[in-house]
């Protein structure tokens, strides 16, 4: 063997090299499988972080539903603050800390427990149930909660400001879109039959409210019954997206006035059915603890808005505290006529006013040019202007004649015949009827003709109605 022939052949074994660098190839392999395993390890504990904040802001997600779905079976639930606060309860005023917070478990068991507390974020530094306004925006009407989420460790807040469906939301609102039942005659079935939804009362009888082609709603719309149709009228302002909203399901939502009335009403804004149910206060109890003292009158009372900030206060009779006195209007707004014990209370179908001093009503009228809110235990009756210093009638618990009226001022045809308005915010708030004054003899012929009405005011009758 020649020495080149040695040579090429050593060269030719290349066993060793391929060795090496197969090796070298592992090696390189390792190290970047070994950082890539290493950053894995890296990431775990951001990523475990990142889910745990997740559930934790979902568990906050959850004490705002489970708020609202307590505040829908309560209403008064904001005003009550933490007074019930437990571990199926869990409100807590503002500024506790987590040991010191009521939680409620979403799920879980064990350590893996996701669960929420609320707490309270009153305008002053606490929540007070003797002060709606500690929670209460005046202005707003809003109020705010914080629902922190809390998991493994992780929390997360969520800040919600919560305002109910208010009735000034609408301008026409009602709960029954019938008459009201207890004005018809004693005895009648019909005072029990129509008082319910528009499936439930048809074939009975009940005199039903209707919408011509003359009337316009010029603003949002709800009713928790359907609408009667007959014609074309105007639901909603032209250019706007007012509401007309019905919670009944019974489709269309909307039904014709007998077989002669066409049902093609010009909806101008969303026309919605199945809206939520808006439920009527019981009472409006509630605005007598906001008077202030001076401004609580017991029985029957007349109130006079005489358009210069004050107002002429009057009871009927003669005698020591029933002498009209003027007052200024109240600087908290509020005013409320309370109920002594009255049994005379008749139906607006036959009434001729004379109820009596302990009937809880409120007769009104004038101009107010401050914001008020009037509030009867029974009835707001507007009631014709006059321009002397009272509208009593010349004798007690009797009512207006015709000259009564000439002798007042209010002459047939006369600017305010029968009004109530103002240059700013009015409120008629009655528990039972809110009714223009219009007496009536036992055979439902008119007293006294209605001229002129004007009633510039946000007007809600709580168990019955406005007639």
Same mark, same amino acid.
């Given at each position: 063997?020649?020495?080149?022939?040695?040579?090429?052949?050593?060269?030719?074994?290349?066993?060793?090299?391929?060795?090496?660098?197969?090796?070298?190839?592992?090696?390189?392999?390792?190290?970047?499988?070994?950082?890539?395993?290493?950053?894995?390890?890296?990431?775990?504990?951001?990523?475990?972080?990142?889910?745990?904040?997740?559930?934790?802001?979902?568990?906050?997600?959850?004490?705002?539903?489970?708020?609202?779905?307590?505040?829908?079976?309560?209403?008064?639930?904001?005003?009550?603050?933490?007074?019930?606060?437990?571990?199926?309860?869990?409100?807590?005023?503002?500024?506790?800390?987590?040991?010191?917070? /009521?939680? %409620?478990?979403?799920?879980? !068991?064990?350590?893996?427990?996701?669960? =929420?507390?609320? #707490?309270?974020?009153?305008? +002053? $530094?606490?929540?007070?149930?003797?002060?709606?306004?500690?929670?209460?925006?005046?202005?707003?009407?809003?109020?705010?909660?914080?629902?922190?989420?809390?998991?493994?460790?992780?929390?997360?807040?969520?800040?919600?400001?919560?305002?109910?469906?208010?009735?000034?939301?609408?301008?026409?609102?009602?709960?029954?879109?019938?008459?009201?039942?207890?004005?018809?005659?004693?005895?009648?079935?019909?005072?029990?039959?129509?008082?319910?939804?528009?499936?439930?009362?048809?074939?009975?009888?009940?005199?039903?409210?209707?919408?011509?082609?003359?009337?316009?709603?010029?603003?949002?719309?709800?009713?928790?019954?359907?609408?009667?149709?007959?014609?074309?009228?105007?639901?909603?302002?032209?250019?706007? /997206?007012? %509401?007309?909203?019905?919670? !009944?399901?019974?489709?269309?939502?909307? =039904?014709?006035? #007998?077989?002669?009335?066409? +049902? $093609?009403?010009?909806?101008?804004?969303?026309?919605?059915?199945?809206?939520?149910?808006?439920?009527?206060?019981?009472?409006?109890?509630?605005?007598?603890?906001?008077?202030?003292?001076?401004?609580?009158?017991?029985?029957?009372?007349?109130?006079?808005?005489?358009?210069?900030?004050?107002?002429?206060?009057?009871?009927?009779?003669?005698?020591?505290?029933?002498?009209?006195?003027?007052?200024?209007?109240?600087?908290?707004?509020?005013?409320?006529?309370?109920?002594?014990?009255?049994?005379?209370?008749?139906?607006?179908?036959?009434?001729?006013?004379?109820?009596?001093?302990?009937?809880?009503?409120?007769?009104?009228?004038?101009?107010?040019?401050?914001?008020?809110?009037?509030?009867?235990?029974?009835?707001?009756?507007?009631?014709?202007?006059?321009?002397?210093?009272?509208?009593?009638?010349?004798?007690?618990?009797?009512?207006?004649?015709?000259?009564?009226?000439?002798?007042?001022?209010?002459?047939?045809?006369?600017?305010?015949?029968?009004?109530?308005?103002?240059?700013?915010?009015?409120?008629?708030?009655?528990?039972?009827?809110?009714?223009?004054?219009?007496?009536?003899?036992?055979?439902?012929?008119?007293?006294?003709?209605?001229?002129?009405?004007?009633?510039?005011?946000?007007?809600?009758?709580?168990?019955?109605?406005?007639?």
């Amino acid at each position: 063997m020649t020495l080149r022939h040695h040579l090429r052949s050593r060269l030719a074994e290349e066993g060793g090299f391929t060795l090496a660098v197969a090796m070298g190839i592992m090696m390189i392999a390792s190290i970047i499988s070994i950082a890539a395993f290493e950053a894995s390890r890296g990431d775990i504990l951001p990523s475990k972080q990142d889910h745990d904040r997740r559930v934790a802001y979902t568990a906050a997600e959850s004490g705002i539903s489970w708020y609202q779905n307590k505040l829908a079976g309560d209403p008064d639930l904001w005003r009550k603050c933490d007074s019930n606060s437990s571990s199926t309860n869990p409100i807590n005023q503002p500024n506790v800390t987590a040991a010191q917070r /009521t939680w %409620k478990t979403v799920s879980g !068991s064990g350590t893996s427990i996701a669960d =929420f507390s609320i #707490g309270l974020l009153p305008i +002053t $530094s606490t929540c007070s149930t003797s002060d709606p306004y500690s929670m209460l925006s005046s202005t707003a009407g809003t109020f705010r909660i914080r629902s922190t989420g809390r998991y493994h460790g992780q929390m997360r807040t969520i800040v919600a400001t919560m305002r109910r469906s208010r009735f000034l939301d609408y301008v026409y609102l009602t709960n029954f879109e019938t008459l009201d039942p207890v004005t018809y005659p004693t005895g009648d079935a019909r005072i029990t039959q129509c008082a319910d939804y528009r499936a439930g009362r048809a074939g009975d009888g009940c005199t039903e409210i209707q919408f011509a082609n003359v009337d316009k709603i010029n603003g949002p719309l709800h009713t928790n019954d359907s609408i009667l149709f007959c014609g074309s009228p105007q639901m909603g302002r032209v250019g706007k /997206t007012d %509401k007309i909203e019905v919670s !009944s399901s019974d489709t269309p939502g909307y =039904f014709a006035n #007998g077989s002669g009335c066409g +049902t $093609s009403p010009a909806f101008n804004g969303p026309f919605a059915m199945n809206a939520p149910f808006l439920q009527l206060p019981p009472s409006n109890a509630a605005l007598r603890t906001l008077a202030l003292p001076g401004y609580i009158f017991s029985g029957t009372t007349y109130i006079r808005f005489t358009g210069d900030g004050k107002m002429t206060v009057d009871k009927p009779g003669s005698g020591a505290g029933k002498d009209p006195v003027v007052m200024n209007q109240p600087s908290n707004g509020v005013i409320y006529v309370d109920d002594t014990g009255c049994t005379t209370q008749t139906s607006p179908d036959n009434t001729n006013y004379s109820d009596g001093d302990p009937c809880g009503d409120a007769y009104v009228s004038g101009t107010a040019t401050a914001p008020v809110t009037i509030g009867a235990a029974l009835d707001i009756i507007v009631a014709p202007t006059t321009t002397n210093g009272s509208f009593e009638p010349d004798a007690p618990n009797a009512a207006w004649s015709d000259e009564d009226l000439k002798q007042d001022g209010a002459v047939a045809g006369a600017s305010g015949f029968h009004a109530i308005t103002g240059t700013t915010h009015i409120g008629l708030i009655a528990n039972r009827f809110v009714r223009v004054y219009h007496p009536i003899d036992s055979s439902g012929n008119a007293a006294t003709n209605v001229r002129d009405v004007r009633i510039d005011a946000a007007i809600l009758a709580l168990t019955d109605s406005f007639i």
